[in-house]
DNA sequence: TCTGGGGTCCTCTAGCCG
DNA sequence: TCTGCGGCTAGAGGACCC
């Protein structure tokens, strides 16, 4: 979907349409407890100022001081969503799903052409939504996905077999799915600029560079293969919770009940979509974004809110607080799914709302 | 000076065990 | 009894993606 959390917007500001446009964090920046945010998605008018995603907001509104800032509203975006992947799997049951703005569809068993098929999704998606859309079509779901960024907004590209040295070998090698910031800068450090620069280069030599699997992957991607299926269904492997304070935190006790506050909100989370975790694990991230992390394993599986907090508070005991915390999160992975998890944690949950005890370091 | 929140997967290290 | 080693797991951190 193009400039999604910012298309969605626009339909119910249809006043700001043409107007530079920055959804991000709690929403405008020249708000002191708003500042700390970044850029989720802009609109094409803001993004001609130089404002992209993750930028901090305060760096959008310096570019773009006449821009308009909204906070992001996933209850917004979430039944758009829901329509638009509707329409793809009513197109074909090969769905994907990427997020919440993409998927990939396997559309090779249809009896119409690709290019038809995908003209009437994208008519189909505007007609149902309002929105304009993306669209790749090529072998695998490398080429398809990389198909997809050549044409945007509101395009439809093929990239067929004949089609990679022409079209993706001279992109940055940034454009490369797997290539983030820190491995384009490595590369970068090798003189390796595009696309085709990456493909051309010994996998011997990338995987002491990059270490063999990434190198496998990436070596194989410059030069078109990529063998994974699409897949259609999927267990989530954790759930987290995290906040960002609008200002740091000293004070181990607020620290806490912080904490415990996020507990409480994941634990309903995971008793709402009946999945318990057998480890927790928070993370801290400091005033000098040094991000620390503590993991504890139980013996079984849990999704009561009183043990994750008390294993919560164990991780916390484990953290030298020398510096203040600018944001605390707590994760619980290695899920399974838990019948009737519901009924324990929803009695576990009242308990905890009320007076709570801190159990954490001196 | 500034740098969200939700995830996934990978690597490295240390400890345990046979 | 000591040592080495491979397999396994937990924990910490890093990179990347939407």
Redesign the pocket.
């Known amino acids: 979907m193009d400039a999604f959390f910012a298309s969605v917007e626009l339909l119910r500001r249809p006043d700001l349409r043409g107007e530079p446009l920055v959804i991000?964090?709690r929403g405008d920046p020249r708000e002191a407890h708003h500042?700390?945010?970044?850029v989720?998605t802009a609109t094409y008018e803001a993004r001609a100022f130089g404002i992209r995603?993750?930028m901090?907001?305060?760096?959008a509104l310096r570019r773009c001081p006449q821009a308009h800032f909204l906070p992001?509203d996933f209850s917004a975006y979430t039944p758009v969503s829901a329509r638009f992947k509707q329409l793809m799997r009513e197109c074909s049951p090969l769905f994907e799903d990427?997020?919440?703005?993409?998927a990939y569809l396997d559309i090779s068993a249809l009896p119409s052409s690709s290019l038809e098929t995908a003209t009437g999704l994208k008519r189909a998606i505007g007609s149902a939504t309002g929105l304009s859309c993306s669209v790749g079509i090529a072998p695998n779901k490398l080429l398809a996905?990389m198909a997809s960024e050549l044409d945007k907004p509101d395009g439809i590209s093929i990239l067929e077999a004949g089609d990679l040295e022409r079209r993706i070998w001279p992109l940055p090698v940034r454009s490369?799915?797997?290539?983030?910031?820190?491995?384009?800068e490595r590369l970068h450090q090798h003189s390796i600029a595009t696309v085709g620069d990456l493909a051309a280069v010994s996998p011997t030599w990338l995987a002491h560079l990059i270490?063999?699997?990434?190198a496998a992957w990436l070596h194989g991607a410059a030069n078109g293969r990529d063998e994974r299926p699409v897949v259609t269904e999927?267990?989530?492997?954790?759930?987290?919770?995290?906040?960002?304070f609008a200002e740091d935190v000293a004070d181990r006790r607020e620290l806490a009940r912080r904490l415990g506050a996020l507990c409480i909100e994941l634990a309903a989370?995971l008793a709402a979509e009946g999945y318990a975790g057998?480890?927790v694990?928070i993370k801290l991230?400091f005033a000098?974004?040094?991000?620390?992390?503590?993991?504890?394993?139980f013996a079984g599986w849990t999704a009561d809110v009183r043990t994750l907090r008390r294993a919560a508070f164990e991780?916390l005991k484990?953290v030298d607080l020398d510096r203040p915390v600018?944001?605390v999160?707590v994760?619980v992975?290695?899920l399974r799914r838990s019948a009737g998890a519901g009924d324990a944690l929803g009695e576990s949950l009242a308990s905890a709302g009320g007076n709570q005890e801190f159990d954490f370091g001196p």
């Open positions: 991000g964090g500042a700390r945010g970044v989720a995603s993750g901090p907001l305060r760096e992001v990427r997020g919440i703005d993409e996905k490369l799915p797997g290539v983030g910031p820190r491995t384009g270490g063999s699997s990434h999927r267990e989530p492997r954790s759930r987290s919770a995290e906040r960002t989370e057998r480890t694990g991230r000098d974004f040094v991000t620390c992390t503590r993991d504890l394993s991780c484990r600018r944001l999160g994760r992975s290695d």
